[in-house]
């Protein structure tokens, strides 16, 4: 019997090496590296082993005018920068449950003019059947296999020769090549480098499904995000119906757009008005509700900051955010603490963002401000104001960018009144807008401005 031999790779860079290591001497992570059996055969890497490469000049190289694969789905097509590029290799990652492979059955079932092989390793035929009559598109062109062999998938993708294939997950497809178990480090390397091998070779787009991992990494070596084209992030809370489909990256387009989607009864809903998220609820009266003009990606959007304060009914105070970083929240409850004068030591204080989206965007801590100060009164802002401004630790409002989309997303949902940093005011003409427009400097200004 040929011996086994095993190795210690790196669960974050994927180095090797014969015995274990407290710390990884590549990427300088600790406690990182697990055992894995490895044997080395000669086998080829791909069946696909029959092109040579050839050095051409860089004059001479073809680029076929960016044909570009269009996913029937306005917001995936606005991720992946304008559709699917021929060839390519796109890993979606998410948690489990978020809807990841609704998404990419909901597309391929919509991208009819295609041949589309899904290779399923998670769901039986029958469960994928069950779950394309929930979602009710019904397509001529797809092939289903569950399959988790690499080598069994190859022959079907030979016999086959779909236009797009999807594979869900990466973590359960295995090579025989490699001898560990799928989803270790080896496996899910090996596999992924020789799929990338075929998409490039055949000019056939692949859609990877990865898992997440406790910290919200993609499962796997972190080579797998180095080796992919494309990496997009499928993310919500999964107790809300919204999701973000973010893009990490993107080697054939900007990584700044974003997609949204709402989770429903028969599948995910394109989100291509953002807005919509605030603007289903009626707060008229309420402390506490404060409206930002928000962008993420590079699409402005309003979005509701609800905040509740209330005197600590312990001794010790308690402090929870969802949606906001709890750092950035405390950080500003400290300029209203020490800038503004508002005691706000022995307070607990509840911070929410609307519909369960995380959002990243500085500009929102006016709102957040606004929200909390609001609540501390029990004065309730105005329905149609909204706010956009970066707080600093001094309790100045600094600017932000894109103010004109901000501006104008504002005036096209009907707000009366938006408060902005004083140093944004000359990037635009304001002339024609009908939206008054308050420039504040500091902390207390909107304080004043808002609650007189
Ligand atoms: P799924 O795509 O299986 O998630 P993943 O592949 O990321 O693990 O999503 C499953 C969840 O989505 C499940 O909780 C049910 C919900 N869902 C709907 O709400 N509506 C639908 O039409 C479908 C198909 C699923
Ligand atoms: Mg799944």
Request: net charge neutral; aromatic share 6%.
């Amino acid at each position: 019997m040929a011996k086994t031999k095993t190795a210690f790779v790196c669960s974050q860079c994927g180095n090797d090496s014969p015995k274990w290591q407290g710390k990884c001497p590549v990427c300088g992570e600790w406690n990182t590296y697990v055992e894995e059996i490895i044997s080395k055969s000669n086998a080829p890497l791909s069946n696909f082993d029959t092109f040579r490469s050839k050095p051409l000049l860089l004059k001479d190289i073809q680029t076929d005018n960016e044909v570009r694969i269009d996913m029937n789905d306005l917001e995936l097509n606005r991720v992946l920068g304008g559709g699917l590029v021929p060839g390519s290799l796109v890993l979606i990652g998410g948690e489990p449950g978020i809807g990841k492979s609704t998404l990419v059955l909901q597309t391929v079932l919509k991208l009819d003019k295609y041949k589309t092989l899904y290779v399923s390793g998670e769901e039986s035929a029958k469960q994928l059947k069950l779950r394309a009559e929930r979602l009710g598109v019904d397509s001529e062109n797809c092939y289903i296999v569950c399959e988790t062999n690499l080598e069994q998938i190859f022959t079907h993708i030979n016999n086959i020769k779909p236009d797009l294939v999807i594979i869900d997950s990466i973590q359960t497809v295995f090579t025989e090549r490699v001898e560990s178990s799928p989803g270790s480090i080896a496996q899910v390397r090996e596999s992924s480098a020789s799929i990338l091998k075929f998409a490039k070779e055949t000019n056939t787009p692949v859609l990877l499904i990865g898992h997440i991992n406790k910290e919200g990494n993609i499962a796997g070596p972190k080579v797998l995000e180095h080796i992919v084209d494309t990496v997009l992030q499928f993310e919500g809370d999964r107790h809300y119906m919204y999701r973000i489909l973010r893009n990490i990256k993107n080697r054939f387009g900007s990584t700044s757009e974003l997609g949204i989607y709402e989770m429903c009864q028969r599948g995910l809903r394109e989100v291509n008005n953002p807005s919509e998220l605030l603007l289903t609820q009626n707060h008229e009266g309420l402390s506490g509700v404060s409206i930002s003009a928000a962008i993420e990606g590079v699409r402005p959007f309003l979005i509701e900051t609800q905040a509740l304060v209330s005197t600590a009914a312990y001794g010790m105070p308690q402090r929870s955010s969802t949606g906001f970083d709890i750092r950035r929240m405390n950080m500003l409850l400290a300029v209203l603490e020490k800038r503004v004068g508002f005691k706000l030591g022995q307070k607990d204080v509840f911070l929410n963002i609307a519909g369960g989206l995380r959002v990243n965007d500085p500009a929102m801590d006016l709102a957040v401000i606004a929200s909390i100060l609001s609540s501390n009164l029990d004065v309730a802002i105005e329905r149609e104001v909204c706010t956009c401004g970066e707080v600093g630790l001094s309790g100045e409002i600094r600017p932000v960018n894109r103010i004109e989309q901000r501006i104008l997303e504002a005036e096209k949902l009907g707000f009366k009144k938006i408060l902005i940093p004083q140093n944004n005011l000359k990037e635009f003409d304001n002339k024609k807008l009908s939206i008054q427009i308050k420039t504040v400097k500091k902390v207390e200004e909107a304080f004043k401005e808002l609650f007189g």
